[in-house]
C-alpha cells in the first residue's frame, strides 16, 4: 500500500515567485494534515482538512499561504509570493477517520523548499 | 499557548544502555501522547503512543506517562545505532486534532 504522496520532493525557486506542494493522502483517509518544519519552531501544524472540509487553518502564517483539498485524494498548499523565510520542509500527513485525535498521523516523505 | 518541551540533546549513550528521553506538556487536559522517531533527511514516524498512566511496552521501548506530572518519557533498551535519531514528542491539544510537537531530542548511540 502506497503511503503518502508529495511532490516535488525538492524545490528551489526565487523570491516572489508562486510555490505549489502537492499531496496525496493514503487512500481511504478522511483528515489531511500540512505541516512545516525548521530548525527553529520545529514541526509547526498549518492546516488540517477532515472530509476535505478545512477545520482549522490557525496555524497558515499569513495570507500569502492558502490551502485546497478538492478531493479526497488530493490536496494542494500554494505559497504566493514566497519569501525566503518560507524555507522549511513542508510535510503532509494523514490518517484514517478524523474522528479522534488519538488516531496516529502518517507522514509523507516531504518537500524541502529553498526560496532564494 | 500550548506548549511541549524536550530537551533538545544530543544526549549520547554507549551501545546497548538505556536511553530516557522526557517531555513535558502543559495542557492538562490532554489525553494521548505519541513518540516519532526521525532520521536525518526523513519524515516522521510512530514509535508508540500511551493514553493510560502508566508503562507501554513494545519491544525495546516503554512510554512512561504520568498525567499528574504531566510528564512523558520514552525508555530504549539495549540501544543499537540504528536507534540514532531526533525523537519527537506529540501532544493533541485537548478536543481538537492540532499535535502539538516538541521540538525534539537528538540521540547518538555511540557503537
Known amino acids: 500500500d502506497a503511503g503518502v504522496i508529495q511532490s516535488p520532493r525538492h524545490e528551489v525557486t526565487e523570491m516572489g515567485q508562486e510555490v505549489t506542494l502537492r499531496c496525496k493522502p493514503i487512500?481511504?483517509?478522511?483528515?489531511l494534515f500540512w505541516y512545516r518544519q525548521t530548525m527553529m519552531r520545529g514541526l509547526e501544524l498549518l492546516i488540517y482538512f477532515n472530509n476535505n472540509v478545512p477545520i482549522d487553518d490557525s496555524g497558515m502564517p499569513e495570507d500569502r499561504f492558502s490551502a485546497k483539498m478538492p478531493n479526497a485524494s488530493f490536496s494542494t498548499l500554494k505559497i504566493q509570493p514566497s519569501e525566503p523565510r518560507d524555507s522549511a520542509v513542508y510535510f503532509c500527513a494523514s490518517n484514517p477517520f478524523g474522528d479522534s485525535p488519538q488516531e496516529t498521523q502518517y507522514f509523507g516523505p516531504g518537500t524541502r523548499l529553498l526560496v532564494l | 499557548q500550548k506548549e511541549v518541551e524536550q530537551n533538545s540533546g544530543p544526549l549520547s549513550v554507549p551501545e546497548g544502555a538505556i536511553a530516557s528521553l522526557n517531555c513535558t506538556y502543559s495542557d492538562r487536559g490532554s489525553q494521548s501522547f505519541f513518540w516519532y522517531r526521525q532520521y536525518s533527511g526523513k519524515s516522521p514516524e510512530l514509535i508508540m503512543f500511551i493514553y493510560s498512566n502508566g508503562d507501554k511496552e513494545d519491544g525495546r521501548f516503554t512510554a512512561q506517562l504520568n498525567k499528574a506530572s504531566q510528564y512523558v518519557s520514552l525508555l530504549i533498551r539495549d540501544s543499537q545505532p540504528s536507534d540514532s535519531a531526533t525523537y519527537l514528542c506529540?501532544?493533541?491539544?485537548?478536543?481538537?486534532?492540532?499535535?502539538?510537537f516538541g521540538t525534539g531530542t537528538r540521540l547518538k548511540v555511540l557503537a
Open positions: 506529540a501532544v493533541p491539544t485537548s478536543g481538537t486534532y492540532k499535535y502539538i
Open positions: 487512500s481511504g483517509h478522511n483528515s
